[in-house]
Every structure is written in structure tokens, then in C-alpha cells.
Nanobody, 125 residues
Framework: QVQLVESGGGLVQPGGSLKLSCASS????????MGWSRQTPGKQRELVGT???????NYADSAKGRFTISWDNAKNTVYLQMNGLRPEDTAVYYC???????????????????WGQGTQVTVSS
């Protein structure tokens, strides 16, 4: 099982920047990808972007050109650098991991999923 802990959220003015961190821990066979999503009250959680174990990234249209996901393997930490923040970026941001817990699950193609507890980002003047 992977445990994920997000940090770095807070209050920032429009046009400002924040860098979120997601620290992972736990003994598993392999990780497929890590991702960031966000959710506002009354709305469904939406994907912000993902990064694979090979370093390939994918972003939602709302994040392209402004957000960057990176992965520090040595620190078991994934980051979400957010620039040019807008009031509509206000949300709780969640980190997630898709992984194979064991070699048996890998052989079976059985992917497990874990989510962090979320960190609040508020963009307001």
C-alpha cells in the first residue's frame, strides 16, 4: 500500500505561484504513474495532470502552459508547480498513485490506487 501526503497549499494572489508536494511511502512492487487532481464543493474531482514512472507528463487543458508536474525519485516525491494562478484554480488538490502492490498483482495486471488527503489552494486578492 502507498501512503501519500500532500503539502504546500495556501493562499496566493491571482498571477502568483505555488508548488505542491506529494510525498509517498510504503513498500510496493512498482508505480505506474502519479497524478494531481482537484475538487471544488459541489463539483466532481477533475484531473490536473499525470506523470509516468518514465517521466512522461500529460495535462488537462486548463493546466497546460501554467502547471508542471515533476518527480524526484530519490525523495519519493511528486511536485505540482503552479504558475499564473487564477481564482478558478481555487480547489482542494489531491495527489494519487496507480501502482502494482506485489509481483503477483503485476503479473495479473491488477492496478491499485491510492489518494492523499488533499491540500487547499485558494487564489484570491
Amino acid at each position: 500500500q502507498v501512503q501519500l501526503v500532500e503539502s504546500g497549499g495556501g493562499l496566493v494572489q491571482p498571477g502568483g505561484s505555488l508548488k505542491l508536494s506529494c510525498a509517498s511511502s510504503g513498500s510496493i512492487f512498482s508505480i505506474l504513474l502519479m497524478g494531481w487532481s482537484r475538487q471544488t464543493p459541489g463539483k466532481q474531482r477533475e484531473l490536473v495532470g499525470t506523470i509516468t514512472s518514465g517521466g512522461s507528463t500529460n495535462y488537462a487543458d486548463s493546466a497546460k502552459g501554467r502547471f508542471t508536474i515533476s518527480w524526484d525519485n530519490a525523495k519519493n516525491t511528486v511536485y505540482l508547480q503552479m504558475n499564473g494562478l487564477r481564482p478558478e484554480d481555487t480547489a482542494v488538490y489531491y495527489c494519487n498513485a496507480d501502482y502494482f502492490p506485489t509481483s503477483r498483482s503485476y503479473s495479473a495486471g491488477s492496478v491499485a490506487h491510492s489518494w492523499g488527503q488533499g491540500t487547499q489552494v485558494t487564489v484570491s486578492s
